[in-house]
């Protein structure tokens, strides 16, 4: 199986791998054969990205971070406790503690997290997709850290919540496909301590869970949010779950631009390492999570597509590949990129237009991206 965007020609595939919406409901089930119809469906519901069958690499196993089930369990916990706030009812915390401790399980028996490389693959729109990610994430991080287990599991709670203040933002200006202005960036800016009194006061979640919530945006530097807290004055919490946090959401599609190249989001974060973000939290992810995940499809040097085939334990960041097409390819070829440190893997923000270019280029605080030829 390979992961494909919906933008490319994906008309008469089938699913590898079910699609799910909000509360976890199946929508397609595996080997679902997409037509224009579905696809269009998906696109309208904000969809981005699915797993489809393709011979070319069958022999493909997608890295779970974590079960399909694991991830519903989370889905249903937060779209029940969000009904229950909109609804004026104080939501239950004991559905949530019981998703965390699920994703630490499920991370506890994972083999490629032991080896320190895994993948979080999540082809949906869900509203708690994200969510969800800076959870495992974050726990991933914690466990690298040597954390106990009941602060690991707080912090997973925290970071599953984190974003709770946002069920009270319009939700034009969440999905908005363009650029905040200085005002609607302001107004967005009011879910850290939204989420914070959510947490506090309905959710009762005690100070420790609800940092999450009010810190996840703020930089050691003191240029973060709501409170422009610097170093020390930054939870241990707080500071996990900003970097899990920054690096999802970088490496995922976002309504005004596609996902940032994993090596430019390496780039960015080890190079605000102490200035904006915790060292060892950003040392802790990038020991843990794999750059091109399994089933990703690579632009290489030379002109050459390829597709990652399995993550190699000696290197988060140089998997092995199967060739599938380029000059004087007839048939795959796999290779092992660790052993040909020659190979080059392009810089895929080739493809966007100028003005998306221009954004990431704010976004990335300096970080060197090619010019227009």
Not at 257 to 266: L, Q
Not at 286 to 309: D, E
Not at 327 to 351: A, H
Request: net charge negative.
């Amino acid at each position: 199986m390979r992961v494909a965007r919906l933008q490319d020609a994906v008309i008469g595939s089938y699913l590898a791998l079910p699609i799910h919406g909000d509360g976890g409901r199946l929508m397609l089930g595996t080997g679902t054969r997409l037509s224009k119809r579905l696809v269009e469906s998906l696109k309208s519901r904000g969809y981005t990205k699915v797993a489809i069958k393709d011979p070319m690499v069958g022999d493909i196993e997608l890295d779970e971070a974590i079960s399909v089930e694991t991830r519903i369990q989370a889905e249903v916990a937060l779209t029940k406790s969000v009904t229950k706030l909109l609804a004026g009812r104080t939501p239950d915390l004991g559905p949530v503690y019981d998703a965390v401790d699920a994703i630490i399980g499920d991370l506890s028996k994972n083999s490629r997290t032991t080896s320190g490389l895994f993948s979080i693959q999540s082809y949906d729109s869900d509203t708690y997709t994200h969510s969800i990610n800076v959870c495992v994430l974050s726990i991933c991080i914690g466990r690298c850290l040597d954390w106990s287990f009941h602060k690991v599991r707080e912090l997973g709670v925290g970071a599953l919540l984190h974003d709770v203040g946002k069920i009270v933002m319009p939700l034009g200006l969440l999905n908005k496909p363009a650029r905040l202005t200085d005002e609607e960036y302001g107004i967005i800016k009011t879910h850290c301590e939204k989420g914070w009194g959510l947490l506090s006061e309905c959710f009762d979640a005690g100070s420790i869970v609800s940092k999450s919530a009010m810190e996840h945006h703020e930089r050691l530097d003191g240029s973060g949010y709501p409170k422009s807290l610097i170093e020390n004055q930054i939870s241990d919490i707080g500071r996990v779950t900003a970097v899990a946090d920054v690096y999802d959401a970088m490496t995922t599609d976002r309504p005004h631009r596609r996902a940032i190249f994993p090596e430019t989001v390496y780039a960015h974060m080890t190079q605000a390492k102490g200035v904006l973000f915790d060292g060892t939290a950003v040392d802790g992810l990038f020991s843990q999570v794999a750059l091109y995940p399994t089933g990703t499809i690579l632009s290489i040097w030379g002109g050459y597509i390829a597709v990652v085939t399995a993550q190699d334990p000696r290197s988060n960041f140089r998997p092995y590949v199967r060739i599938v097409g380029g000059p004087g390819i007839t048939k795959p070829i796999d290779v092992s990129l660790y052993s040909r440190p020659d190979i080059k893997i392009n810089l895929l923000l080739d493809d966007y237009p100028a003005d998306s270019r221009s954004m990431i280029a704010d976004e990335l605080q300096g970080i060197a991206l090619p010019t227009e030829k």
